[in-house]
């Protein structure tokens, strides 16, 4: 196809955001649904571009569009891109880190914490099913002077520690290697180290990126490690927590809640064990959205592409040579 974009995985209500952007440069946006063969599509619309969600773009489909010049991760976390193969074909790599999404993802894990916290999901079943009263029966620890811990530390961690210290998260520690000591110590938050993080936090919430050295950063010695009452929130990558490790430690009541909004393989299956876990709250990686983050997000994202095909990098290069 002449002057085609592809869309793997498309997911939004429409494309009428991309298309007005896009038409306007004589370029066509080809949607491919996430029940079409990839490699079969891409042959076919042998697109100048291509924007994706949580699909692969590997070095295979890349082999498959010989006019491919940008891929465009519809967000900030690129790592279903193979970043290396782009970048050794002359392919532009970019995200959309700046779609204003902080304050959706961090209310998102700021409601997660409370739903676990007052066991919100469990209150509301039983009333449903005529009961009443039974609260004390499940406890629920103070949180008095609680501690909040802070995997990562970027827009969206910041924007955490600002909603969490409004609930009396006097004391915000973060393990971020990144993270410059004097910003933090403006926003008066206390670096620290992951183990003694596990240890100490109250409430451990997890905002890093995934990468080789990420993946898995929450496993089982470190579950071991936290309180009782230590509640997890990760509205980050699913690839970030060992699943299985939560879930054991859930079941075994090592730790006293949870609240995922992401996972290594989404959707999750049906016997997915966070499924079946005690005061866990799951939501399908939607901490990110609202009306007018998903219209940003794809806004600037069809103007990454815009901006390659006329000649000048994007704004947000990943794959930098």
Same mark, same amino acid.
């Given at each position: 196809?002449?002057?085609?974009?592809?869309?793997?995985?498309?997911?939004?209500?429409?494309?009428?955001?991309?298309?007005?952007?896009?038409?306007?440069?004589?370029?066509?946006?080809?949607?491919?649904?996430?029940?079409?063969?990839?490699?079969?599509?891409?042959?076919?619309?042998?697109?100048?571009?291509?924007?994706?969600? $949580?699909?692969?773009?590997?070095?295979?489909?890349?082999?498959?569009?010989? =006019? %491919?010049?940008? &891929?465009?991760?519809?967000?900030?976390?690129?790592?279903?891109?193979?970043?290396?193969?782009?970048?050794?074909?002359?392919?532009?790599?970019?995200?959309?880190?700046?779609?204003?999404? $902080?304050?959706?993802?961090?209310?998102?894990?700021?409601?997660?914490?409370?739903?676990?916290?007052?066991?919100?999901?469990?209150?509301?079943?039983?009333?449903?099913?005529?009961?009443?009263?039974?609260?004390?029966?499940?406890?629920?620890?103070?949180?008095?002077?609680?501690?909040?811990? %802070?995997?990562?530390?970027?827009?969206?961690?910041?924007?955490?520690? =600002?909603?969490?210290?409004?609930?009396?998260?006097?004391?915000?520690?973060?393990?971020?290697?990144?993270?410059?000591?004097?910003?933090?110590?403006?926003?008066? %938050? $206390?670096?620290?180290?992951?183990?003694?993080?596990?240890?100490?936090?109250?409430?451990?919430?997890?905002?890093?990126?995934?990468?080789?050295?990420?993946?898995?950063?929450?496993?089982?010695?470190?579950?071991?490690?936290?309180?009782?009452?230590? &509640?997890? &929130?990760?509205?980050?990558?699913?690839?970030?927590?060992?699943?299985?490790?939560?879930?054991?430690?859930?079941?075994?009541?090592? &730790?006293?809640?949870?609240?995922?909004?992401?996972?290594?393989?989404?959707?999750? =299956?049906?016997?997915?064990?966070?499924?079946?876990?005690?005061?866990?709250?799951?939501?399908?990686?939607?901490?990110?959205?609202?009306?007018?983050?998903?219209?940003?997000?794809?806004?600037?994202?069809?103007?990454?592409?815009?901006?390659?095909?006329?000649?000048?990098?994007?704004?947000?290069?990943?794959? =930098?040579?």
């Amino acid at each position: 196809m002449a002057n085609a974009i592809a869309i793997l995985e498309p997911g939004y209500a429409d494309y009428s955001t991309e298309e007005s952007i896009l038409s306007g440069h004589g370029l066509k946006v080809v949607p491919v649904g996430p029940h079409e063969d990839a490699a079969s599509a891409l042959q076919v619309i042998n697109p100048l571009g291509v924007m994706v969600r $949580e699909r692969a773009m590997t070095s295979d489909l890349m082999d498959i569009c010989p =006019r %491919l010049k940008i &891929i465009v991760r519809y967000g900030v976390g690129v790592d279903n891109i193979d970043i290396e193969a782009a970048r050794s074909r002359g392919i532009y790599v970019a995200n959309v880190p700046d779609y204003g999404a $902080e304050n959706e993802v961090s209310d998102h894990a700021l409601a997660l914490y409370l739903a676990i916290q007052r066991r919100i999901p469990a209150r509301d079943q039983e009333v449903r099913s005529g009961r009443w009263g039974v609260g004390q029966a499940a406890k629920i620890p103070s949180r008095e002077n609680a501690m909040l811990g %802070l995997i990562g530390c970027g827009r969206i961690g910041l924007a955490t520690a =600002r909603k969490f210290r409004a609930f009396g998260f006097e004391r915000i520690v973060v393990f971020d290697p990144f993270l410059d000591p004097g910003k933090a110590a403006a926003a008066g %938050l $206390e670096l620290t180290d992951l183990d003694a993080l596990c240890r100490d936090a109250d409430v451990i919430s997890v905002h890093a990126p995934l990468t080789a050295e990420t993946r898995g950063i929450l496993g089982a010695d470190l579950f071991a490690t936290m309180k009782p009452t230590t &509640i997890v &929130i990760n509205v980050a990558r699913g690839g970030l927590v060992d699943e299985t490790a939560l879930a054991d430690a859930l079941n075994a009541g090592r &730790i006293f809640g949870a609240g995922i909004d992401v996972f290594e393989q989404e959707p999750v =299956r049906a016997d997915h064990p966070l499924l079946f876990t005690p005061n866990t709250v799951l939501s399908d990686h939607t901490a990110w959205y609202s009306e007018r983050s998903v219209g940003v997000l794809q806004r600037n994202a069809a103007t990454e592409i815009c901006r390659v095909l006329s000649g000048e990098p994007p704004q947000n290069w990943v794959n =930098r040579w």
